[in-house]
């Protein structure tokens, strides 16, 4: 099992930026795609972006295409997610997920199998 612990939300006005941050601890030593996910109240979980082992397969959303980067650091075991242009909409509870034993990133929800608790992004306009 994979434990993952989101940070770097918090309020920012439409415009600004932010860089969430997710750091993967237990079993990493295998190969594993990581994702980020948002959700609002009442809503379902919504694909945000994925990123493969070795970076090469990396999806976006299209809401979020042009002004979201997934990257990541794997001799840290971290995940980042640098949003720009953050518009009121994107204001959501950001949610990292690992995919373990798997090189490939997914959009999928179903295919990840350890989630981060989840951290809290607010857009004001």
């Known amino acids: 099992q994979v434990q993952l612990v989101a940070s770097g939300g918090g309020l920012v006005q439409a415009g600004g930026s932010l860089r969430l941050s997710c750091a993967a601890s237990?079993?990493?030593?295998?190969?594993?795609?990581m994702g980020w996910f948002r959700q609002t109240p009442g809503k379902e979980r919504e694909f945000v972006a994925a990123?493969?082992?070795?970076?090469?397969?990396?999806y976006y959303a299209d809401a979020v295409k042009g002004r979201f980067t997934i990257s990541r650091d794997n001799a840290k075991n971290t995940v980042y997610l640098q949003m720009n242009s953050l518009k009121p909409e994107d204001t959501a509870a950001y949610y990292c997920?690992?995919?373990?034993?798997?090189?490939?990133?997914?959009?999928?929800?179903?295919?990840?199998?350890?989630w981060g608790q989840g951290t809290q992004v607010t857009v004001s306009s």
């Open positions: 990123i493969g082992w070795s970076g090469g397969s990396i």
């Open positions: 997920a690992a995919r373990s034993g798997y090189w490939s990133a997914s959009r999928n929800t179903r295919d990840y199998d350890d």
């Open positions: 237990g079993r990493t030593s295998y190969a594993m795609a």
